[in-house]
């Protein structure tokens, strides 16, 4: 059974900084990564990293987040620095196999307060 257990979401005056992880348990991914859903909004891609440890990110968050993963835990992180009111969103963990099958985390509130 797939599990994508996430943590480190909460409340943080704007310029702050968090740090997301995601723990998988079930399969071996090839890629995991980050997206986010703001209210009224659609789910967009934060960040995703590769097993090889290749990188892809949104341009709204270059420079500010950076993404990263230990493959011994099947874990992927996202650190979150210089944060803006419109980071706030529920930021979801996603974890794709080679095979193609996608899963998703339950989703962590981040709230940024100005």
């Known amino acids: 059974q797939v599990q994508l257990v996430e943590s480190g979401g909460g409340l943080v005056q704007a310029g702050g900084s968090l740090r997301l992880s995601c723990a998988a348990s079930?399969?071996?991914?090839?890629?995991m990564g980050w997206y986010r859903q703001a209210p009224g909004k659609q789910r967009e891609l934060v960040a995703l990293?590769?097993?090889?440890?290749?990188?892809n990110a949104a341009d709204s968050v270059k420079g500010r987040f950076t993404i990263s993963r230990d493959n011994a835990k099947n874990t992927v992180y996202l650190q979150i620095n210089s944060l803006k009111p419109e980071d706030t969103a529920v930021y979801y963990c996603?974890?794709?196999?080679?095979?193609?099958?996608?899963?998703w985390g339950q989703g962590t509130q981040v709230t940024v307060s100005s």
């Open positions: 990293i590769t097993s090889g440890g290749s990188t």
């Open positions: 079930g399969r071996i991914f090839s890629t």
């Open positions: 996603n974890a794709q196999t080679v095979g193609g099958s996608r899963y």
